[in-house]
Nanobody, 123 residues
Framework: QVRLEDSGGGLVQPGGSLRLSCAAS????????MAWFRQVPGKERDFVAA????????LYADSVKGRFTISRDNAKNTAYLQMNSLKPEDTAVYYC????????????????WGQGTLVTVSE
């Protein structure tokens, strides 16, 4: 079973940048689509970005368009989320996800999840 390990979170000031990484233990059909979601305590997990294997289909949540960039290095089985111009409302636990089907914003379409990495945007 593929394992996803996300990392790169931390404390950053508003306007700052962070890059999250998601390393998959192996290349499988379940990493055909890689995505990022985020969750604030007491709220649902929200979609952030997704990209398919070839990078031909990329989705972003409206709230992060123009600030966040998803990418992947298939040779390293790793996906990334570059986050620029961070805002306090971006504070959340960020989770990477892997799926074998469609590139989608729907969390239930993803089969495997990382353990989460905390991003805090504050002065």
């Amino acid at each position: 079973q593929v394992r996803l390990e996300d990392s790169g979170g931390g404390l950053v000031q508003p306007g700052g940048s962070l890059r999250l990484s998601c390393a998959a233990s192996e290349r499988t059909a379940y990493t055909f689509v890689m995505a990022w979601f985020r969750q604030v305590p007491g709220k649902e997990r929200d979609f952030v970005a997704a990209m398919n294997w070839a990078g031909m289909r990329v989705l972003y949540a409206d709230s992060v368009k123009g600030r966040f960039t998803i990418s992947r290095d298939n040779a390293k089985n790793t996906a990334y989320l570059q986050m620029n111009s961070l805002k306090p409302e971006d504070t959340a636990v960020y989770y990477c996800a892997g799926g074998s089907r469609v590139t989608t914003m729907t969390a239930s379409e993803y089969d495997h999840w990382g353990q989460g990495t905390l991003v805090t945007v504050s002065e």
